[in-house]
């Protein structure tokens, strides 16, 4: 089992920056791909970026390409999701996932319990 915590949401003006974290406790000592989902009011839950075990492989949404910058620690076992040049679209509650060979997709295997993004106008 592994337990994801997320936190550095919070409230932010177009065109701010936040940076996500995501901790992981738990069974550590496997590699996991490491994912950022989100979900905004009345829309189904999105993908947003994911991150090899190794670091070395990263993938993104169209939307978030540019702006977003996904990284990992693994000395920490730590997960980011460094957000620049924020829009209103990109208001949502975002997830950390990790799943052993998941990619690209929704099925991760867990789950943390979200962090509120607000981008105002």
């Known amino acids: 089992q592994v337990q994801l915590v997320e936190s550095g949401g919070g409230l932010v003006q177009t065109g701010g920056s936040l940076r996500l974290s995501c901790a992981a406790s738990g069974r550590t000592d496997s590699s996991y791909n490491m994912a950022w989902f989100r979900q905004a009011p009345g829309k189904e839950r999105e993908f947003v970026a994911v991150?090899?075990?190794?670091?070395?492989?990263?993938y993104y949404v169209d939307a978030v390409k540019g702006r977003f910058t996904i990284s990992r620690d693994n000395a920490k076992n730590t997960v980011y999701l460094q957000m620049n040049n924020l829009k209103p679209e990109d208001t949502a509650v975002y997830y950390c996932a990790a799943d052993p060979k998941l990619w690209i997709g929704v099925n991760y295997d867990y789950w943390g319990q979200g962090t509120q993004v607000t981008v105002s106008s």
């Open positions: 991150i090899r075990w190794s670091g070395l492989s990263t």
